[in-house]
């Protein structure tokens, strides 16, 4: 018998257990594949992009977008960052808050199941659970046993990188106890383009360029890059996020957002450049060319075009509309948009409103963040307050 059961050795379910056994609770973690903390092992290149020190609750989905403001107020970037500083793990800024490790993400991992052992967390790794079911207590059947618990924490996550273990198990347990389900899709994602401008994009592989990309009243900016099945890169991760659907979807790129084209191409109408040899002082060669072969104008004068031309140059480039068709789904995704319904949720504890006991934490629950330390950020926090909940 143990007070508390975390399914999920990943970054929500140990902090849950860590939480919990902070405060004398007995807790098992268990784990379906071999590994502890297998997200944030790779994450960030190998360095984890463990928090953000801008995190508020406007940097994160939900069909409640007040859901998570309980939580990261509870337990704060800033609790963690002082988390890792007196583990004497070296860390930087990278960019817009962003903070990873100098060294290795190993050592987020090592620091978490350090706290677990301090605190008498029992971990069971390779432990598959054939049934969940629930009387006075949670009754747990495993490959390796019965466990029985008071509380139940599920911290299962998404189904982003299947290659990592991602299933769907935190869903079938929360729709077997009548839970509702948001409907999920792929986030954080490569987004791939529609038939008909995949030729422009495969000529287009590998460029990189500071873009601001819009959807609907949504935009970002950063680095775009393009591929050989569309595009990727930290800004399209971003907006991939707020795409309703990936068939059908429309996104417009800015691929000069620093400057006015149009101011310019005004102020310079008596150049005796033509506007290809303009922007290449802005964009790669290979892009202002690939370009110019959709539209001959770029290689007219700029004092040859008239005004109606040059405006129209300059919206293909501050306007450059794309057709999506897909994504590339789960195996690239680093999030999942949707998951477990916040209305069943006390957004204080993390637990489910019908099930006293039952606890659902991280990225299985309907709450996604940005791309850059949000999602962890999550996952300390929500997993926090769950196991902090255990009475």
């Known amino acids: 018998m143990y007070d508390v059961i975390i399914v999920g050795a990943g970054a929500a379910g140990l902090m849950a257990a860590i939480s919990a056994g902070r405060n004398g609770k007995r807790a098992l973690i268990i784990e379906h594949t071999n590994k502890i903390g297998e997200k944030i092992r790779i994450s960030g290149g190998g360095r984890c992009?463990?928090?953000?020190?801008?995190?508020?609750?406007?940097?994160?989905?939900?069909?409640?977008?007040?859901?998570?403001?309980?939580?990261?107020?509870?337990?704060?970037?800033?609790?963690f960052i002082n988390l890792v500083e007196s583990n004497n793990i070296a860390y930087h800024e990278k960019t817009l808050g962003q903070l990873f490790c100098d060294g290795s993400s190993k050592q987020i991992i090592e620091m978490l199941v350090n706290m677990c052992n301090k605190h008498g967390v029992e971990i069971r790794l390779s432990?598959?659970?054939?049934?969940?079911?629930?009387?006075?207590?949670?009754?747990?059947?495993?490959?390796?046993?019965?466990?029985?618990?008071?509380?139940?924490?599920?911290?299962?996550?998404?189904?982003?990188?299947?290659?990592?273990?991602?299933?769907?198990?935190g869903y079938n347990i929360a729709k077997k106890f009548g839970l509702n389900i948001v409907e999920t899709k792929p986030a954080l994602v490569p987004l791939i383009?529609?038939?008909?401008?995949?030729?422009?994009?495969?000529?287009?592989?590998?460029?990189?360029?500071?873009?601001?990309?819009?959807?609907?009243?949504?935009?970002?900016?950063?680095?775009?890059?393009?591929?050989?099945?569309?595009?990727?890169?930290?800004?399209?991760?971003?907006?991939?996020?707020?795409?309703?659907?990936?068939?059908?979807?429309?996104?417009?790129?800015?691929?000069?957002?620093?400057?006015?084209?149009?101011?310019?191409?005004?102020?310079?109408?008596?150049?005796?450049?033509?506007?290809?040899?303009?922007?290449?002082?802005?964009?790669?060669?290979?892009?202002?060319?690939?370009?110019?072969?959709e539209n001959s104008d770029?290689?007219?004068?700029?004092?040859?075009?008239?005004?109606?031309?040059?405006?129209?140059?300059?919206?293909?480039?501050?306007?450059?509309?794309?057709?999506?068709?897909?994504?590339?789904?789960y195996n690239k995704a680093e999030v999942t948009v949707g998951g477990i319904d916040t209305k069943e949720l006390s957004s204080k504890t993390m637990e489910s409103i019908k099930i006293p006991g039952l606890y659902f934490v991280g990225e299985v629950v309907d709450v996604t963040g940005w791309l850059g330390g949000y999602n962890f950020q999550w996952a300390w926090s929500s997993g926090f307050v769950a196991g902090n909940a255990i009475s």
């Not at 422009?200 to 009243?217: A, P, Q």
Request: some cysteine.
């Open 49 to 79: 992009n463990f928090t953000n020190l801008y995190t508020t609750s406007d940097n994160f989905l939900s069909e409640n977008p007040h859901f998570a403001k309980s939580a990261l107020s509870q337990y704060t970037q800033h609790e």
């Open 127 to 169: 432990c598959n659970i054939a049934t969940i079911s629930r009387n006075d207590t949670f009754k747990v059947d495993s490959d390796q046993g019965f466990f029985n618990s008071k509380a139940l924490i599920i911290a299962t996550g998404g189904l982003s990188i299947p290659k990592i273990g991602a299933s769907d198990f």
């Open 193 to 293: 383009v529609s038939e008909k401008q995949k030729h422009l994009f495969r000529d287009l592989s590998g460029i990189s360029n500071f873009s601001t990309v819009n959807h609907e009243d949504t935009h970002f900016s950063d680095s775009l890059l393009f591929t050989h099945k569309g595009l990727s890169g930290p800004v399209i991760l971003q907006i991939s996020s707020y795409l309703k659907k990936f068939d059908n979807e429309k996104i417009s790129i800015n691929l000069l957002p620093k400057i006015n084209l149009e101011e310019l191409f005004i102020a310079h109408k008596n150049s005796k450049q033509t506007p290809a040899k303009y922007l290449k002082t802005y964009l790669t060669n290979r892009l202002v060319d690939k370009l110019a072969l």
């Open 298 to 329: 770029f290689k007219t004068l700029i004092t040859d075009l008239s005004k109606h031309k040059l405006l129209h140059i300059a919206k293909s480039i501050h306007n450059f509309e794309v057709s999506i068709s897909d994504s590339e789904g």
